[in-house]
């Protein structure tokens, strides 16, 4: 079993507009009288590409099922994303146990620079130029979860000036 994420795995969920990519299946096994039973899990991401993402984590006795509950699930935990102009409206960080990422905007054409994780939760969010950079544990879990927290924290520039209640130049 390969220790890479796995986010090649991309498909359309029926008549919902969204898609998901499968990030990492996990296998576990126990021992039992009669030999090993094993289990899987699935980390899933599912998103519309036009601002809108969640994660899900699925597990079952089988491949298929732990995937299909990780789409169900992160169809429920679906987040709306500010965006500007295809990349993020300033610079955020997030974080989830050990796991910390950084994510710069960019201009128009750098691309998504991200490790396979981030990226899938990226591209389906529909970010298209950014700057990542990830720092302590590589965990695929973790660094999910913090991408999704860090967009999770953006604000558009409507909301800064309402809260700090003055007109922002530009």
Request: no cysteine.
């Given at each position: 079993m390969s220790r890479q994420p796995r986010s090649n795995i991309v498909s359309s969920l029926d008549g919902t507009g969204l898609e998901d990519t499968v990030v990492r299946i996990y296998r576990c096994a126990t021992v039992v009288k009669g030999g090993r039973r094993f289990s899987f899990a699935a980390l899933v991401v599912v998103g519309d590409r036009k601002g809108r993402v969640g994660i899900g984590y699925g597990k079952a006795r089988e491949v298929p099922s732990a995937v299909e509950k990780g789409r169900k699930i992160a169809a429920k935990n679906l987040k709306t994303i500010k965006l500007r102009e295809g990349t993020l409206p300033h610079h955020t960080i997030g974080t989830s146990g050990a796991s910390r990422v950084v994510m710069v905007p960019a201009s128009p054409g750098t691309g998504v620079i991200a490790g396979a994780s981030v990226?899938?939760?990226l591209e389906?969010?529909?970010?298209?130029?950014?700057?990542?950079?990830?720092?302590?544990?590589?965990?695929?879990?973790?660094?999910?979860?913090?991408?999704?927290?860090?967009?999770?924290?953006l604000f558009s520039a409507d909301k800064i000036e309402e809260l700090r209640g003055v007109k922002l130049a530009g």
């Open positions: 990226r899938a939760v389906l969010a529909g970010v298209h130029d950014v700057l990542t950079k990830s720092y302590g544990s590589r965990n695929p879990k973790n660094l999910v979860r913090a991408t999704f927290e860090a967009l999770g924290g």
